[in-house]
């Protein structure tokens, strides 16, 4: 599986748009970027997932570079809510022998 | 659509005993995955259910069991509890074919005493 490396901690005035990064160098062609994140107490959420196009929801925009080999969560207006921890994993789409293993993510704080 | 619900919410067992718990995924997901979660080990992965048949297992000793119903409900036990089985405990489901897309219960925290 494609290692990724998140920062341990950001910080984001609420109103303005957080931009969470997440270098993932060793990533393969059929691998998809996934986002979750996890308020503290509660289980993870999913937010979203792209292979190589950018993709945005209801929740979030996730941001890939042309060779792959960084994205970018953008939450464009994040609230105090939005404190968690957001966990960025790579890999294929179907599990079977394989499961979802959670690194350590970065622990966004959302000020007033 | 409702998602997946957990039940109990809470537990407080004592040492020796045995456990269940007891997930509902969402409508239409055949997947289901168990999880414990520690402030030391994080989250890990305890094994994954796919249309009554367990298909991937994390390493737990056999204390840990699990089993999933024709309706996709699935319910996981452990038994002779130990103090450091105290975690919390989650389970998620996932649409067929997109198994990293995983949506999460509230989970059920066990205390072990």
């Known amino acids: 599986d494609a290692k990724t490396t998140q920062p341990t901690s950001m910080d984001c005035a609420e109103g303005r748009a957080a931009n969470l990064p997440c270098n993932h160098s060793t990533i393969s062609g059929n691998e998809y970027v996934y986002w979750y994140r996890q308020i503290h107490s509660q289980g993870p959420q999913y937010i979203i997932h792209g292979l190589k196009n950018n993709e945005t929801n209801e929740m979030a925009s996730l941001i890939i570079t042309e060779d792959r080999k960084s994205s970018t969560l953008i939450l464009p207006h994040a609230t105090l809510r939005d404190t968690a921890v957001y966990y960025c994993?790579?890999?294929?789409?179907?599990?079977?022998?394989?499961?979802?293993?959670f690194g350590k993510g970065t622990k966004l704080t959302v000020n007033p | 659509k409702a998602g997946v619900t957990q039940t109990p919410r809470y537990l407080i067992k004592t040492r020796g005993q045995q456990v269940t718990l007891s997930c509902s995924p969402i409508s239409g997901h055949r997947s289901v995955s168990w999880y414990q979660q520690t402030p030391g080990q994080g989250l890990q992965f305890l094994f994954e259910?796919?249309?009554?048949?367990?298909?991937n297992k994390g390493n737990f000793p056999g204390r840990f069991s699990g089993r999933q119903f024709s309706n996709s409900r699935s319910e996981m036990n452990v038994s002779t509890l130990e103090l450091g089985d105290s975690a919390l405990y989650l389970c998620?489901?996932?649409?067929?074919?997109?198994?990293?897309?995983?949506?999460f219960g509230p989970g059920t925290r066990l205390t072990v005493t």
């Open positions: 259910y796919f249309s009554e048949t367990q298909r």
């Open positions: 994993i790579v890999r294929f789409p179907q599990g079977g022998s394989e499961k979802l293993v």
């Open positions: 998620a489901s996932s649409p067929d074919g997109r198994e990293y897309e995983q949506y």
